[in-house]
């Protein structure tokens, strides 16, 4: 992971530093997390880490493309690799869990606004919420 990391972010015009490879493996390990798991990802790895050097971090590689920041309503911000679909998420509204979502099936009505006000668009976000089975289960047994 870390010459491909190392590639990325020369490809992308990113200096590469031990602190912005640990952070991608970070955020390659550990899809959905937020700044403040990731930094414990990142000192666990490299020892000591400012929390804005991470986050001066992610900004770098969000602007980049390299990574994508997500804001579910109610919750921090969350860092994933993939980027440059148009994916979506399905988060549980009790514990937080969330999976990627393919986009949503038929005519790409993901991208389809009844109004563009003459917007060329080229990305939907959409986020799914519930609650996951064993949010459930855990309902059902109380």
């Not at 869990?97 to 563009?116: Q, S, W």
Request: glycine share 8%; net charge negative.
């Amino acid at each position: 992971m870390t010459g491909v990391a190392a590639q990325l972010l020369r490809q992308h015009g990113v200096q590469v530093t031990a602190q912005r490879l640990a952070i991608m493996q970070a955020v390659s390990a550990r899809p959905h997390a937020t700044a403040d798991q990731l930094s414990d990802d990142v000192r666990a790895v490299i020892g000591s880490i400012s929390r804005q050097a991470v986050y001066d971090a992610l900004g770098v590689l969000v602007d980049k493309n390299l990574v994508r920041r997500i804001q579910p309503a109610g919750s921090a911000a969350r860092y994933e690799d993939r980027v440059g679909d148009n994916h979506h998420h399905l988060i549980c509204r009790s514990c937080g869990t969330t999976f990627d979502i393919g986009c949503a099936v038929g005519e790409v009505p993901c991208l389809t606004a009844n109004d563009d006000h003459g917007f060329e668009i080229d990305e939907a976000e959409v986020i799914y919420w519930g609650r996951c089975p064993p949010c459930l289960e855990l309902d059902t047994t109380d």
